[in-house]
């Protein structure tokens, strides 16, 4: 290479690096605020999961001290105190299944069943919370609700796609057992023990009802 082309060159790299500087002292801070944008997104990320899990050890030792109480009136009136705090909804649907399972165990059935129904028709709980509130509702003994609207509510909840498609199924076969429809009871408890979905004990109590009725398990059928 001659002393012309390497001067062209070095002129060439020079005129580069000037350009270069140039578009950083331009555009530099806008690659500057990106790096503060993460950095600082990272930042508050981190602290909002902080807030989140500290709010949720503040909850979970507000229901812990609510059920020292050896009194369950007392228990209850703690559990409801609880409600006005500064805690998550779902937390607050926590809450309030426990204080209707604290009232249905202290004697006071009405009130479990107004809890319950609280529950079922807040629309700004999580819809799980609703569902395990309204399914509690249509089972719980001595509840004021009619056969009908038992069978209503556990007919919603045994739609396809829901958390409690079986748990409500089953219940809707005790329904039929109670008014009599054996067949339809046979029905229902024949299609749990071949869901593929259902657990170990539920496929043991629909078994076990349906032997008591006089049937043989589908489930039983299809191994021999």
């Known amino acids: 290479m001659s002393d012309t082309d390497s001067f062209i060159e070095e002129v060439s790299e020079e005129v580069r690096r000037d350009r270069l500087f140039g578009y950083m002292r331009s555009y530099g801070w ?3 605020l990106a790096i503060l944008a993460l950095v600082g997104g990272a930042a508050w990320n981190e ?11 503040s909850a979970g030792n507000a229901i812990l001290a609510a059920l020292e109480s050896d009194e369950s009136q007392e228990r209850v009136k703690a559990l409801e105190a609880l409600q006005s705090q500064d805690i998550t909804q779902g937390a607050k649907a926590v809450v309030s299944l426990m204080q ?4 249905a165990a202290g004697d006071d059935p009405a009130g479990a069943q107004t809890a319950l129904e609280a529950i079922a028709v807040d629309g700004s709980l999580p819809e799980i919370y609703r569902q395990i509130a309204s399914f509690k509702s249509a089972t719980k003994s001595g509840g004021s609700l009619s056969v009908d609207d038992r069978r209503l509510r556990l007919d919603a909840l045994s739609a396809p796609g829901t958390s409690l498609r079986l748990l409500a199924t089953e219940q809707l076969a005790l329904l039929d057992i109670e008014t009599g429809d054996t067949a339809a009871a046979l029905e ?4 749990i023990v071949v869901d593929a979905e259902v657990t170990g004990g539920l496929r043991q ?9 006089g049937a043989e398990p589908d489930v039983l059928s299809g191994q021999n």
């Open 30 to 32: 806008i690659a500057v």
């Open 47 to 57: 602290y909002s999961k902080s807030q989140a899990r500290a709010k949720a050890q």
């Open 100 to 103: 209707a399972a604290e009232q």
């Open 188 to 191: 229902k408890l024949q299609g």
């Open 205 to 213: 109590r629909a078994t076990q009802l349906i032997v008591a009725l």
